[in-house]
């Protein structure tokens, strides 16, 4: 843990001294004109933020601080005797400090979250008071956003702290909640879907990934393995997507980390963003049901145009900046053809990824035809028995947990300014045409 903030003391100054040096020269140079396209269409294209932990490249994917993803699953050290994949605690030292951690930082992280991990008793008192039909990312959210009782960054606040040090405690809170969020995670799970029986306690000779998947009831250590690759690749998409986006406009008016997360979450939980991965498995099963675990291509194609025709997308399919098939999901699939390519979900979904880009191509308006991430998540967390789709976007989120919270770190240190864009009426707008 303490690596972290080491590195991060040395590495701020440098970067401030970065940025204040480009807005001083050329705080006044523009990067480029604005098509009415992008103002009408949610903003895509226009390069509005700064993101230092990862970039969206289209066809290749995601990249951590530089590297491709495929690059940083081979890269980050297995920690855990006998692992075969990296940990989320090492992709947290990556994303924050720019560094591939050692085997011994990685390890630090780990030891850090586990001696700050315990969840306060009046948070466990809220969760287990909450109606069971409130959904599992609603739940996140709200107790996410009330552990902020507890944020070193409101007190420093109230005390008047320096705002070159608030990333300091933004940093405090970050790695206090990311410990906890396995716990807090695993007791929404059991109190949903077990009745409310379950360990809430850390074991300290677990990795994040060991503890979260032990609370869930599913101690196999493959599924552990699953857990640190499922949450090293969904950490962190750019910062202009919407739960990063999120978190990072709440931010800016220097909301707590709690609370940023838990804006965070919210907007995981829309059925374009997070919950994707809850609606893929429930197409699926829709899918299954109407024609069978081995169906043939022509049935396949039918079963999609009739989606289509009933006015729905595919889940799981097409992206907002990527055009080509995510490499996360090449990476579970990866690991679905290691540990379990004859699950007939697992199939399915393997034929899926040829046969439904050849459908939406057809349509002629989809610019990305390709699998994301969600599209291969759910069968493999059915394959080890956590059947539960509701529960699936939590997952995502306790990983998204370390890519915005990483972010907000460093909009922190960099002393972002309160995100304001400037909104104009359609006349307004047709003034501006006009002038073009
Ligand atoms: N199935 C059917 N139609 C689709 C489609 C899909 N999977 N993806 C895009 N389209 C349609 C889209 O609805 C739009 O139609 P209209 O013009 O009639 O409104 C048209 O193609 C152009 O959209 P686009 O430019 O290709 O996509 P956007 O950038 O507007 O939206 C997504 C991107 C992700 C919201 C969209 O592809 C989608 O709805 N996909 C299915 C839901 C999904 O898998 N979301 C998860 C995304 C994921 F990576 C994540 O955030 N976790």
Redesign the pocket.
């Known amino acids: 843990g303490d690596g972290i903030k080491a590195k991060l003391e040395k590495a701020i100054p440098q970067q401030r001294e970065y940025f204040l040096g480009i807005k001083c020269l050329h705080g006044k140079t523009s990067i480029g004109n604005i098509p009415v396209n992008s103002v009408m269409g949610g903003m ?1 294209g226009l390069p509005l933020l700064i993101c230092l932990t990862s970039s969206l490249h289209p066809t290749k994917g995601i990249f951590y601080r530089g590297m491709p993803i495929k690059d940083v699953c081979a890269k980050l050290p297995r920690v855990k005797k006998g692992s075969s994949e990296g940990t989320p605690e090492g992709a947290f030292f990556f994303l924050t400090t720019g560094s591939m951690p050692t085997k011994e930082e990685a390890q630090g992280v780990t030891n850090e979250w586990n001696k700050r991990g315990k969840v306060p008793d009046y948070c466990l008192k809220m969760l287990d008071s909450l109606d069971k039909k409130i959904h599992p990312m609603a739940q996140l959210s709200a107790a996410s956003a009330c552990l902020n009782l507890n944020s070193k960054f409101v007190e420093a606040y109230k005390k008047g702290a320096k705002r070159a040090d608030y990333w300091q405690y933004v940093y405090e809170d970050s790695m206090n909640l990311c410990a906890m969020l396995p716990t807090v995670a695993a007791i929404i799970y059991t109190n949903v879907f077990k009745g409310g029986k379950g360990c809430r306690e850390l074991n300290k000779d677990q990795d994040w990934s060991g503890n979260y998947s032990t609370m869930l009831g599913l101690p196999d250590e493959d599924f552990i393995d699953l857990m640190r690759l499922y949450m090293v690749i969904h950490a962190d998409h750019e910062s202009g ?1 919407v739960s990063a986006h999120a978190s990072h406009l709440v931010g800016s008016a220097l909301s707590d980390p709690y609370l940023c997360y838990s804006a965070s979450m919210c907007g995981l939980a829309g ?4 919950l ?1 991965n809850q ?1 893929v498995l429930v197409w699926l099963t829709k899918l299954r049901k109407a024609i069978g675990d081995e169906p043939s291509d022509e049935e396949i194609k039918k079963f999609i145009d009739d989606t ?1 025709k009933g006015g729905q ?8 900046v990527l055009r080509d098939t ?1 490499p996360r999901f090449t990476l579970q699939n990866e690991f679905a053809m290691k540990h379990c390519k004859d699950d007939p979900g697992v199939k399915l979904v393997t034929r899926l990824w040829k046969i439904v880009p050849e459908v ?1 191509k057809k ?1 002629g ?4 035809p390709f699998p ?3 599209a291969h998540s759910g069968v493999l967390l059915q394959h080890y028995c956590l059947m539960e789709m509701n529960y699936y976007t939590v997952l995502f989120g306790v990983s998204r947990a370390l890519g915005v919270l990483s972010q907000l770190i460093w909009s922190r240190a960099l002393g972002y300014p309160l995100e304001r864009p400037k909104s104009i009426s359609t006349s307004d707008l047709c003034t501006f045409i006009q002038k073009a």
Not at 271 to 274: A, D, N, Q, R, T
Not at 365 to 368: M, R, T
């Open positions: 895509r997507n059925p374009l963003h997070g994707a609606e289509l997308v595919i889940p799981g399919f097409g992206h907002a995510d939406l349509l308006k989809v610019a990305n994301n991430v969600d």
